[in-house]
C-alpha cells in the first residue's frame, strides 16, 4: 500500500476516533495539523510506510556504512549492521506478531468496558485499536531505519550512537522494568487462571492447605516457575511460543462463539450457571446502564500500548530478515503489526459484546468455570505462560546485566538473578489482583516512551546528523517524529493518572 494512503488512513481513523468519543479538543486540533502537514507531503513518497523513499527508489540493500553521507555518524560506531538473514518473509511475518500478540489482548474488552457499555462505542474503539496499530508500527520501522543509519545491533546501541552514550541506560533501564512488569502480568494471570481450573477441578484443599489464588501463586512460583528459570539452557522450552500462539487462536475463536450463541445472554446456559454461584447480586453483562467517559478511553489506549510493544526487537528482525530491503521491512512491519491489530479487534469485539460494561481486565474470568471451552482456553493460556516465562525472564536477565554492565557473569550470579526475581515478581503478583490496572498503568507509563518517544528521538537525532553534511531537508518523518515524542509523553503521563485515579479514588466514577 503506498504511503500516502497509509497515513491518510491513520489520520482519518485519529481524527474519527478523537470525535467518537469526544477527546480533549486540543486532540483534534493536532490531528488537523498533521492532517494538512500529511496531505502536503504525502505525494514525495510511495514506499509502504513512507520510510526511505529515496532508498526504495534507488534499490540498494540496507547496508548503512557503504552510504556517504552516512559517515558522521559511522564514525562513532564499531562496524555496521550486518544483514545476512535467512528466514523468509512469511516466516518473519508469522515470528513478528508472536512478539507483537501477548497477554495484552486478554485485557483489551476490559479496556473498552471501563470508558463505556454502550455498543455504539464499540466502533471508535476499534478505530482506537487501529489507528495505534499504524502509530506502533510506525515507530517500529523508525527503530530499524536507526540501526541502519548507525550500525546499531540493538536498541540501546541506537540510542548510544544517536542521543549519547552518556545516556544509554534511561532505554536500558526502560527494558529491564518493562520485562520485570511483562513477567509481573504472566505470575498474575497463571494465579487467576490455575484458581479457575481448580474450581473446575473441584479442588479446595491439597495436603490440608487451602487452594486459592495466593496459594496457587506461591506454589507455582517455588515449585514451577523457578526451576525452570533455572535451566542452564532454554532452548527445549521453545515450543512454548507455538502453544501460546495457539492457545490465542483458539481463545478467540472460543469467544466469537459464545458471542454467537448467546449462552452468556440471560436464559442462557452459561448465565443460569454464573447467577447461581454467584449469587443475586451478579452481574453477568451490563449495556446502556453507565454511559461512555471518554477521559477514560486512555485506559484503553494505555492498554493497547502494552498490546504492541515490541519495538526493542526491530534490529534483530532486520538482521534477520531475508533479502533485507527496505520496502521488504516494511511490508514484513505492515503486515505483522495488522494481523496483531486483527487479533485485538477479535478480542474487544467478542469480548464487550458478550459482557459489556462487566468485562473485567482479563477477559477469561468473565467466563463460568463450568464452560468447557473456556476450561480449555485458560488451560492452554495458563501452560504456555508458564513455559514461555523463562524466556521473558531471560530477556529481563540479559538487559539486567547490560545495565550494571556484568560482560561475563558467574553461574552463580546468573542464579542469584533468579531467585530474587521470582520472589520480587510472586510478592507483586500477591499483592496486585487487577490485571487490567497493572497492564494500562505499566503500559502507559513504560510502554509510551519504548514505543513513541525514544524511537522517535532517536531518529530525529540520526536525521539531523545524517544530513549535518548533506545539507539535505530533514523530511516529513522527522517532522511526524517531534509529533510522536510530544505526544507519546503527554499520553504515557496523562493515561496512567488516569489508570491510577480510576484505580485508587472515586474522581472519575
Known sequence: ?????????????????????????????????????????????????????????????????????????????????????????????????????????????????????????????????FAFAAIAGYCFTLVGRVSLMTGANSYTQGWAKTVGESTAWIPNLIVVFKTWSACLIYSMIIGDLFTDLAVTAGISTFAGIGVNRVSILIASHLFGLLPLCLLRSFSALSFASVLGIGGLLFTGVFMVMRMLDGSYLPGGKFY???????????IVSSFDVMGTSPIKSLIL????????????????FMRELKDASISRFNQMTGAAFFGAFGLNAVYMIAGFLTFGGAAQGLILNNFATSDALATIARGAIAFSILFGYPLTFEGFRTSALEFAKVNAPTQRRKDAIAIGFIASVCMGAIVLSDLGVVVAFLGALLGSFVIYVFPSLMYRKAREIEVATTKEELGIDHT??????????????????????????KILG
Do not use: W
Not at 529515496?54 to 544483514?83: H, I
Open 1 to 129: 500500500m503506498p504511503a500516502s494512503s497509509i497515513r491518510a488512513t491513520l489520520v482519518v481513523a485519529m481524527a474519527s476516533t478523537c470525535a467518537a468519543f469526544h477527546l480533549p479538543g486540543a486532540m483534534p486540533r493536532a490531528s488537523l495539523g498533521l492532517s494538512r502537514t500529511l496531505a502536503m507531503t504525502s505525494r514525495k513518497s510511495h514506499s509502504p510506510l513512507g520510510l526511505f523513499p529515496e532508498a526504495q527508489s534507488r534499490g540498494f540493500p540496507l547496508v548503512a556504512p557503504q552510504r556517504e553521507n552516512l559517515k558522521p555518524l559511522q564514525a562513532s560506531s564499531a562496524g555496521g549492521l550486518e544483514l545476512k538473514g535467512e528466514t523468509p518473509m512469511p516466516g518473519m511475518i508469522a515470528n513478528l506478531m508472536k512478539n507483537i500478540v501477548g497477554s495484552g489482548v486478554l485485557c483489551v474488552a476490559g479496556g473498552v468496558a471501563a470508558a463505556t457499555d454502550q455498543k455504539a462505542a464499540l466502533i471508535p474503539a476499534v478505530l482506537i485499536a
Open 272 to 282: 443460569s450457571a454464573l447467577m447461581t454461584s454467584g449469587g443475586a447480586g451478579t
Open 301 to 316: 489506549i494505555s492498554m493497547l500500548t502494552n498490546s504492541y510493544l515490541c519495538h526493542y526487537n526491530a534490529p534483530k
Open 480 to 505: 511526524i517524529a517531534g509529533a510522536l515524542i510530544g505526544g507519546g509523553v503527554g499520553l504515557g503521563l496523562l493515561g496512567a493518572a488516569v489508570v491510577f485515579l480510576k484505580a485508587t479514588t
